[in-house]
Structures are given as C-alpha cells and as structure tokens.
C-alpha cells in the first residue's frame, strides 16, 4: 500500500480539500493519521467494526486495548455515553478541548472493538484545528490511538508515523511537530470522584483545582498496562544518581566497550562526556514536548546504551517519570 502524505502549514487557513480528501478514505473504512496537540493519532470511523479493526492491525495492537473516541463538540461526546456525573460538565468547561480523556458509561454506539468489549467508552475532544475539522466535517467520532507500531513512543512528527507505519496505512496529515507532547490524562468518570488511570498532559493538581477531589490511581490502570509501551531500539537507563555515581558508571560502562547516549535537560547533558546527546530542553513542559522525539534518537545506533536523567515527580514531571519508567529497561536510584 502507498502511504500519501498531506502536507498542511498550520499557519494558514485549513486546506479543506486534504480533509475531504481524508474523509473520503475514512468514509470507505480506511485509516487515516492526523495530528492532535499531544501526539499523533491513527484514526478510523468509530462506528465502523471493519475500519477500527484496520487500526489494531496496522499498529499491532492487542485487541483487548480500547481506543479513545474524539469528538469534536460536546453534543458529539453526549451521544456516545448513557450518563455523565455533573463534574464532567465542570471539567469539559475547563478542560476541554485539550488533552483530557473522559472513560464513562458506554451507551453502546462506537463499534465493539473501540471500547475492547467494556461497558465504558474512553472520549477525549482535542485541541487541534486540523484534528477538529476532520472529526466535524465526518460528522461523528473517529476513534484513534497514538499513530505508532504498538510498543514503540508515540509520534510527535508526521515522520515518526511514516517510520513507523509507511505501507500500512493509506495517509498521513501532515501538520508539522504536535505542541504538548505526551499523551492526554485518562480519568475514569463513572464513579462520584474521578480516578487517574493513565497520567498525561493535565496534571492531577489541575483536575483537582476543579473538582476538589480526584484519586490518582494506585499504580498503572489503563487497560493496557500489562504491554510493553514507549520502547526505544537501544535500552535507556533511567538513572536517578549523583554525579560521581553517574559520571562512574559511565567510565565503567565505556570500558565494557560500550557507547553512551545522553538524554536530559540542556544542563545534564553538557554536564557528561558520551558518544551522543540529545537535549530536552529546560522547563517540564518543553521536556515533555521533546521525550518521545528523544526516545527515537538513538534509533540511528550511534551508541550502544542511553542513560536519561530522572526528573521529580511532581506535575508534570510524574507524567514525563512515567513515560520514562516505561521506556526504561533498568532504573538506577
Ligand atoms: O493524547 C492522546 O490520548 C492520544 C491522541 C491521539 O489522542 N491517544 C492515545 O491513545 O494516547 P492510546 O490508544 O495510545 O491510549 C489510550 C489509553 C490506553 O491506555 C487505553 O488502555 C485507555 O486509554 N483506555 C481507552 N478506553 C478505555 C476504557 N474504556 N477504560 C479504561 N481505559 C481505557
Ligand atoms: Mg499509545
């Protein structure tokens, strides 16, 4: 399969016929890739059986793994649930659209596959234009996960979709670099306070600054937990250490013959001598929009062995720590 690629300057006015166009693939049943604010995602028509198994088969995904359903409007969020608590309300205000993911009681309209057989479906409106005008001009949800090969960092350029996915799928929209970075926050909304199952891009402080109580989940609760996500090709260490320790194991390391990757803050790695660096910028929200960019680096193999600094856990920085602790193949604190 040839994989098109619709290039879109996001500085100028939306180039309604690449949306047709892309609707027109989404109308027979195919999949198309689209930006949103946080990552890239691989989308089909939600109520379509046959065009939202093409999305499990294209990226690889265990089928026990449900999608998110974007909508565009809030009317288009109603009419996929039975019921939504008033908290809802108040954090759609706030919220959406933006990187919030809502799980709530599924009225059944999204095919099987979406909700992976739940009785909940997950819906998140995003805050992007081209994401917005696809989803209104098809007139209804377009279920999609992160546009990547399942196991491997979400894409945040249209090039980490192509490398990953090019041949598999029909089309890529091609916006340029999405802003956020890391993925939305998933909340599960069925029950009187809200519940974090997956961290993301709005913090646990900020959904609590509206709801007043909010329950971050005792460990990892996303359906998908128990597979591996976010691997790069050569193995990250996650290495909460002093410097000496730090700047040890890197001569220990070296002296097994091995090449050292360094990724962190501007700061960290000018502070090593490695093979290779990337930096991820200064302040957390620059630092989550560079990780998964960082991630893929080192996909080139110019070192044998990536160690990444560690960050504290709070706001965002628990997001970034656990996508880091996921890519990691070893933590050393
Ligand atoms: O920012 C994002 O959320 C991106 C963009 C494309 O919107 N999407 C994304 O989708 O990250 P995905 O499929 O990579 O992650 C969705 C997460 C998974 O961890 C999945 O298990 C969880 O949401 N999820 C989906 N439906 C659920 C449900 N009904 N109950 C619990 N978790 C659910
Ligand atoms: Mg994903």
Known sequence: MQTKRWKIDSSQ???????????????????V????????????????EEAVRKIFRAKGRPADNPLIAHVSTKKMLESLVLEKPSYVDDLIKTFSPGPLTYVLKSNGSCAKSVTAGLPTVAVRMPNHPIALALIDHFNGPIAAPSAN??????????????????????????????GVGVESTVIDCTGDIPIILRPGAITEEEIASVVGDVHPSPKEQT??????????????????????????LIKEQESKGNRIGLLGRDDFVRRF????????????????????????????????????????????????MNRIEQAASKTIE
């Open 33 to 48: 890739a689209f930006p949103t604010e946080t990552v890239y995602g691989l989308g089909a028509d939600a109520k379509t």
């Open 149 to 178: 090969t399942s196991g491997r960092p979400s894409p945040v350029t249209a090039e980490h979709v192509y490398r990953d996915l090019a041949g598999k799928i029909p089309g890529i929209i091609d916006a340029g670099p999405t």
């Open 273 to 320: 001598k490695g093979e290779d660096s990337f930096s991820l910028g200064e302040d957390l929200q620059e630092i989550a929009k560079n990780l998964y960019a960082g991630f893929r680096y080192f996909d080139k193999e110019t070192v044998d062995l990536v160690l990444c600094e560690a960050f504290p856990k709070e706001g965002l920085g628990k997001t970034i």
């Open 13 to 31: 006015e939306i180039n309604l016929s690449i949306i047709t166009e892309a609707i027109n693939f989404l109308r027979q049943g195919e999949v």
């Open 223 to 248: 359906r998908s937990d128990k597979y591996k996500h976010y691997k790069p090709e050569i193995p990250l260490w996650l290495v909460g250490l002093s410097d000496k320790e730090i700047e040890r």
